[in-house]
């Protein structure tokens, strides 16, 4: 009897896989066409000095908005991305657009804002990346002083000595580098130290339980020594109430973001949030 149940359980595993599998091929197809058709957007998050602005940057993050699947944040469909080799061309059309949409705003008026946009460990490890950056900056007449790279410990670590090699080509190009999710990772102090970065950014899992007595404020507290001893910018992300707003300036975060200061919009949003940061929060609805 228990073999039985165990050969349909086997049976019904095999069959869920398969439809499992059937999905992530007809998404990966689908992708694979979603730059061409347009289908690619770039939503907006302010990054404010603490605790309340004005703002000094804003950070890139994709969306897909596909016909046969919907809106698609990033969990949907980046790791497909990430494995399929897919983020390479994705990734070169985020620092494109990117790049595009800061010299709007450069135009605009806005010549202190920076871009910030993510990268994965795939897209570190081609030294392509570096001419990517450069000819990006080259077609839109852009200082290489309004981009921001945000790479993660573990994408910097995946290949560590070809990550570094290319951080380093970058950052002699005169972007800046952020290492985002910090404290998540296991990067050694030694890698951390011969990295390039200007900027460090606390993870959010550090933030959301701030102000509720446990050790998240000494961890913090520590994060924020460790950077500024190595003189980066500390930023903190995922701030969602007044008391994180106002413990996280208190302990010395230069730079706040988070969906109590603006939750990522299309581009025209961040216009509206910077015409009154106060009531930026509520102006658009969460994704
Ligand atoms: P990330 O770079 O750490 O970005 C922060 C994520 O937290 C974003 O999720 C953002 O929408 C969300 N977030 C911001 N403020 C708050 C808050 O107050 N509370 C909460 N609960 N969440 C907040 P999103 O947009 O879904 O992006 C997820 C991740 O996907 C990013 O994490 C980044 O690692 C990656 N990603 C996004 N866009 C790109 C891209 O263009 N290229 C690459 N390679 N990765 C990207
Ligand atoms: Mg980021
Ligand atoms: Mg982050
Ligand atoms: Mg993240």
Excluded at 127 to 133: G, N, Q, R
Aim: glycine share 6%; with cysteine; hydrophobic share 40%.
């Amino acid at each position: 009897h228990a073999k039985k149940q165990g050969r349909n359980g086997y049976r019904f595993f095999e069959h869920a896989m398969n439809a499992d599998v059937h999905q992530q091929m007809q998404l990966q197809q689908d992708l694979r066409k979603a730059i061409h058709n347009n289908e690619l957007v770039l939503y907006y998050q302010p990054k404010l000095v603490a605790p309340a602005g004005p703002l000094t940057g804003i950070e890139a993050l994709i969306r897909w908005q596909s016909p046969e699947h919907g809106f698609l944040t990033p969990d949907r469909f980046l790791p497909l991305a990430e494995s399929s080799g897919l983020i390479v061309p994705i990734g070169n059309w985020v620092i494109n657009e990117a790049c595009r949409q800061m010299k709007v705003w450069f135009d605009q008026g806005h010549s202190d804002w920076s871009m910030a946009v993510n990268l994965s460990a795939v897209q570190l490890e081609h030294i392509s990346l570096v001419d990517v950056v450069r000819e990006a900056l080259e077609e839109h007449e852009l200082s290489p002083a309004h981009l921001v790279l945000e790479i993660t410990e573990s994408t910097a670590m995946r290949d560590a000595e070809a990550s570094l090699k290319v951080l380093n080509k970058l950052a002699a190009l005169g972007v800046s580098i952020s290492i985002d999710d910090f404290g998540t990772g296991y990067s050694s102090l030694l890698y951390l130290k011969h990295l390039p970065a200007n900027e460090l950014k606390i993870d959010r899992g550090f933030i959301t339980e701030l102000a509720q007595g446990n050790d998240d404020e000494a961890i913090i507290q520590a994060i924020i020594a460790l950077g500024k001893t190595l003189g980066m910018k500390i930023v903190a992300e995922g701030v969602e109430t007044p008391e994180q707003q106002e413990l996280l300036t208190r302990l010395g975060c230069d730079t706040l973001q988070g969906y109590l200061l603006g939750r990522p919009g299309p581009a025209d949003m961040v216009s509206t949030i910077t015409e009154q940061p106060e009531r930026a929060p509520d102006l658009v609805p969460a994704f």
